[in-house]
């Protein structure tokens, strides 16, 4: 066994070799293969989500039929929704009948949120709505690299004020390059005024719709606990917006963290839904991105972090071009 690896020595990486045989090989120069690719994703600057994602693709890193038949005797390694071929990430990604239907829709892929809904809720793809996200987050990056090219940051959607009387809830979820999920929620009044900052970093990956469902639950949360309790609460995602205005209803995770989101909503005096672009939602989006890996969650109510210290002032009326 000592001749598998290349020092002559033993390692459990050549026991590994010598178990899986071919297999490992083949994972080896594939990984080789992509490693160009990976790069080119990488040095892109993308959002973290999309590094993570690309990178386990790369990598062979999803849990296909394909890669669990490697560990799993007599697993079935027949896509359980085309039925048609082998489930590889290629497969998923690009030629079964659910990434058809999306890449038709946009020249975009989603990843494998739709697929795993389908396969373990049951909750069939519509590649429409499913676009919608992937399209506006696409919208909203050009008209940011734009601004940073020729033009100048006034010119971005600003926060707008909530009417008097009320304070203006901002909600932004993400996903973290270590493959945390993440959450950032800020409370403002009808002047403008921080009445509370919050922030939470879990170790856990969260699909994006999921992320900005939970981020919205957690600010509900944490603003009813701080006495607010007429509120107008605002997301940079349109699919929730529109999920949560037409009281949307199913049995899926998304459903029963909209669920929940309904529950705490109907114990505030009063609510109200808005949706902002993300040149709106800033600072909620710098908060889910500000807590290092050893905080889980913190609530600021002065001093806040620094890295939305001038995105609050420039959103102050005050300030408006």
Same mark, same amino acid.
């Given at each position: ?74 697993? /079935? ?30 020249? $975009? ?25 992937? $399209? ?11 601004? &940073? ?42 002047? &403008? ?23 919205? #639950?957690?600010? #509900?949360?944490?603003?009813? @606990? ?9 997301? @940079?995602? #349109?699919? $929730? ?9 199913? &049995? ?6 909209? @669920? ?33 890996? /050893? ?16 995105? $609050?002032?420039? /959103? ?6």
């Amino acid at each position: 066994m000592k001749d598998l690896e290349k020092n002559g020595e033993y390692s459990v990486r050549s026991a590994y070799r010598a178990i899986c045989g071919e297999c490992l090989d083949e994972n080896e120069a594939a990984s080789s293969g992509n490693s160009s690719l990976r790069n080119k994703i990488w040095n892109a600057n993308p959002l973290p989500r999309i590094k993570i994602f690309f990178k386990r693709a790369c990598r062979g890193a999803f849990p296909t039929s394909v890669e669990l038949g490697k560990r799993i005797q007599s697993h /079935d390694v027949v896509c359980s929704l085309c039925k048609a071929a082998e489930e590889t990430v290629l497969h998923c990604l690009r030629d079964c009948v659910v990434a058809k239907l999306i890449w038709e829709e946009c020249e $975009l892929d989603l990843g494998r949120g739709e697929r795993n809904r389908w396969i373990f809720e049951g909750e069939a793809c519509n590649p429409t709505q499913s676009m919608e996200y992937v $399209l506006k987050l696409v919208k909203e990056m050009q008209k940011e690299d734009n601004v &940073g090219i020729g033009g100048s940051s006034s010119t971005r959607q600003k926060w707008k004020l909530p009417p008097e009387g009320l304070c203006k809830l901002n909600v932004d979820g993400g996903s973290l390059e270590e493959g945390d999920a993440s959450a950032g929620a800020v409370v403002r009044d009808a002047a &403008g005024v921080v009445k509370m900052a919050a922030a939470w970093r879990v170790e856990e990956c969260w699909e994006p719709a999921i992320a900005e469902a939970k981020a919205m #639950l957690l600010g #509900l949360r944490a603003a009813m @606990d701080c006495g607010h309790r007429k509120l107008e609460v605002e997301s @940079d995602c #349109l699919s $929730l917006f529109t999920a949560i205005k037409s009281r949307e209803r199913g &049995g899926s995770s998304l459903h029963l963290v909209l @669920d929940d989101i309904y529950h705490v909503s109907g114990l505030l005096d009063f609510v109200s839904w808005s949706f902002t672009r993300r040149e709106g939602n800033k600072v909620a989006h710098e908060l889910a991105h500000c807590l290092s890996r /050893d905080t889980s969650s913190r609530v600021w109510f002065s001093n806040f972090p620094s890295c939305i210290v001038s995105l $609050l002032e420039f /959103d102050l009326p005050m300030n408006e071009s």
